[in-house]
Structure formats: structure tokens, C-alpha cells
T-cell receptor
Framework: DTAVSQTPKYLVTQMGNDKSIKCEQNLGHDTMYWYKQDSKKFLKIMFSYNNKELIINETVPNRFSPKSPDKAHLNLHINSLELGDSAVYFC???????????FGSGTRLTVV | TQLLEQSPQFLSIQEGENLTVYCNSSSVFSSLQWYRQEPGEGPVLLVTVVTGGEVKKLKRLTFQFGDARKDSSLHITAAQPGDTGLYLCAGGSGGSNYKLTFGKGTLLTVNP
């Protein structure tokens, strides 16, 4: 009965590899997001999708490609991973507008 | 770029003490939200305030939105060890491209 679930929880990979993180929400929300939390705990938005359409792309390198097959899913694919990509990535969802977000439990990505 | 400054960055207090966390910006937000994040988990929404001057209470937590909708505060009365966590404020803006901009957080430790 998890509201926003993302997999995997942990991801350790070598530089140059390509990896994906999956996210699913069962709340019926219209909007989904990807946020990156750095080592200082700062959360920064990367992408936002509303009903499968990209509405926010916050100056993220084009090695990062989100994909939303339907409004309940938002996946994140990362090409040619770099050391600086190491962080915790959070998926979240909300109803459109001034509503609170429901976050997943995060994916800790470590690039070695 | 909209920025939210949170203070203090770190706070360590004894059980039973009161505390206030501040969230300030030079920008106007359509809403202000507070989240609490525990280690290894995603942020969890505590409250959303949308009206300038609004005050909301959640048990021992009191949230206030500034009259000009540029700042907010979180006051905790008689803190308990269970209140320990990272408190994040987030300002909402963008109309149809609504997104949350997060502050850098206040790490609260309540010692028994």
C-alpha cells in the first residue's frame, strides 16, 4: 500500500555506466517530480511531469532523461554516469496546484 | 531564482525546551509548506499555508506564514526526542507550472 515507491533503494555503479531509477505512485495524483538531494541535504527540482507531459526541466544535463509512460509512473534514466551524480534522488507526486508533495523513500546513487 | 533561507542550520536542545525555526525569502510565494525528513526516508509533509498571516497548529507545532507571503516560522513547544529530524520549508510558485523550492533545512536534535 506504499503511496510513492521507487526502486532501487541503493545503486552503486561505475563511472560511464547507464542506469535507471523507477517510480510509481498509487495516489491518483496528476503531477510527478524528480528531486536531487546533495550531501548537504539540499533538495533541488530536476523535472516535473503533469499527466505524462514534461512541464519543468531545471537545467539538468541531457544525460538525464525522464520518461512517463502513464501518469502513475515516472522513470529516470541516466547515461554516462559521473562522480558528481552521486546523490539521493527522490520521486514525488502531488495534485496540480498548491498541494503538498508525497515523496518516495529515495534512491541513493553512488558512482565510483 | 527564488531562494529560501532557513535558520538556524543546526539546533540541539534538551527535551522540554521550546524552539523556533525561520524560513525567509525576498520572493513572494503562493504557498509555503513544511516537511520533516528522517534518515533514509523522504520528506513528509507537515503543513501547507497559503494565506498571508495564516497560523496553523498541529499539536505542539505552530506554523505561521508572513503577511507578505515571503517568510514563515515553525515553533515547537516542549520538544521531545521524537521531534528530531531535518525540517525543510518549501515555497510554492509557478501557476500552471507549479513547483516547490526548498530551503536548505534545519537539523534538529532533541536530547532526552
Amino acid at each position: 500500500d506504499t503511496a510513492v515507491s521507487q526502486t532501487p533503494k541503493y545503486l552503486v555503479t561505475q563511472m560511464g555506466n547507464d542506469k535507471s531509477i523507477k517510480c510509481e505512485q498509487n495516489l491518483g495524483h496528476d503531477t510527478m517530480y524528480w528531486y536531487k538531494q546533495d550531501s548537504k541535504k539540499f533538495l533541488k527540482i530536476m523535472f516535473s511531469y503533469n499527466n505524462k507531459e514534461l512541464i519543468i526541466n531545471e537545467t539538468v544535463p541531457n544525460r538525464f532523461s525522464p520518461k512517463s509512460p502513464d501518469k502513475a509512473h515516472l522513470n529516470l534514466h541516466i547515461n554516462s554516469l559521473e562522480l558528481g551524480d552521486s546523490a539521493v534522488y527522490f520521486c514525488a507526486s502531488s495534485q496540480a496546484g498548491n498541494y503538498g508533495y508525497t515523496f518516495g523513500s529515495g534512491t541513493r546513487l553512488t558512482v565510483v | 531564482t527564488q531562494l529560501l533561507e532557513q535558520s538556524p542550520q543546526f539546533l540541539s536542545i534538551q527535551e522540554g525546551e521550546n524552539l523556533t525555526v525561520y524560513c525567509n525569502s525576498s520572493s513572494v510565494f503562493s504557498s509555503l509548506q513544511w516537511y520533516r525528513q528522517e534518515p533514509g526516508e523522504g520528506p513528509v509533509l507537515l503543513v501547507t499555508v497559503v494565506t498571508g498571516g495564516e497560523v496553523k497548529k498541529l499539536k505542539r507545532l505552530t506554523f505561521q506564514f508572513g503577511d507578505a507571503r515571503k517568510d514563515s516560522s515553525l515553533h515547537i513547544t516542549a520538544a521531545q526526542p521524537g521531534d528530531t529530524g531535518l525540517y525543510l520549508c518549501a515555497g510554492g510558485s509557478g501557476g500552471s507550472n507549479y513547483k516547490l523550492t526548498f530551503g536548505k533545512g534545519t537539523l534538529l536534535t532533541v536530547n532526552p
